[in-house]
């Protein structure tokens, strides 16, 4: 918990951007009219965040996708993955997506939520291959991380289609996603 003078908050904090979402941007903190004073508060923490398992630890690049940066508790960079190869590449061809279409390197699309494995949590991650630029037609699927050795697992239990979609009726092409568990 953080204390303003006397005051302390009820909204857990986690991370940094919990601290400036729930406490900085609070209306009755910011002034709303232009031209008044800018509100600059001062923090004691009066304990330790837990450390949350793996939000906050992980960190895809923003101008590279390629990279999956992954940090140490006090958030120094602990190392760089680049993404995996992509596994199980028959369940593509099986549906006639075949993984030499698509050009584009790998990159790390998102995380998801914790997969567990011979009582073991990894780090989800969605990594993706497409044909274009506009990401309209690729394949993707999710990998498990194991934060400590930097190793993925050697299979996947859900994959993704990418297609476009016309027969919505929009005028404007979009991509439809297609998830399926195997």
């Known amino acids: 918990m953080l204390q303003d003078q006397e005051t302390f908050t009820d909204k857990p904090i986690f991370t940094i951007s919990d601290l400036r979402e729930k406490l900085a941007v609070l209306e009755d903190w910011k002034p709303i009219k232009p031209g008044d004073p800018l509100v600059i508060r001062e923090y004691v923490v009066l304990k330790d965040m837990p450390f949350p398992d793996f939000n906050g630890i992980a960190f895809i690049g923003k101008t590279d996708k390629t990279k999956l940066i992954i940090c140490n508790p006090d958030s120094t960079e ?5 993404p995996p190869d992509f596994v199980q590449t028959e369940e593509y061809e099986k549906r006639d997506f075949h993984h030499s279409f698509f050009d584009y390197p ?3 699309e998102r995380f998801d939520d914790y997969f ?4 073991k949590k990894y780090l989800t991650v969605k990594i993706s291959k497409y044909e274009n630029d506009y990401h309209d037609l690729g394949i993707s699927q999710l990998r498990y991380l194991d934060i400590e050795t930097r190793e993925f697992l050697p299979f996947t239990k859900t994959i993704f289609i990418t297609t476009t979609d016309f027969e919505s009726r929009n005028p404007h092409i979009t991509s439809r996603n297609q998830k399926i568990d195997l």
Do not use: D
């Open 78 to 82: 602990k190392f760089i993955i680049s």
């Open 106 to 108: 790998t990159v790390f």
């Open 116 to 119: 567990e494995y011979n009582t």
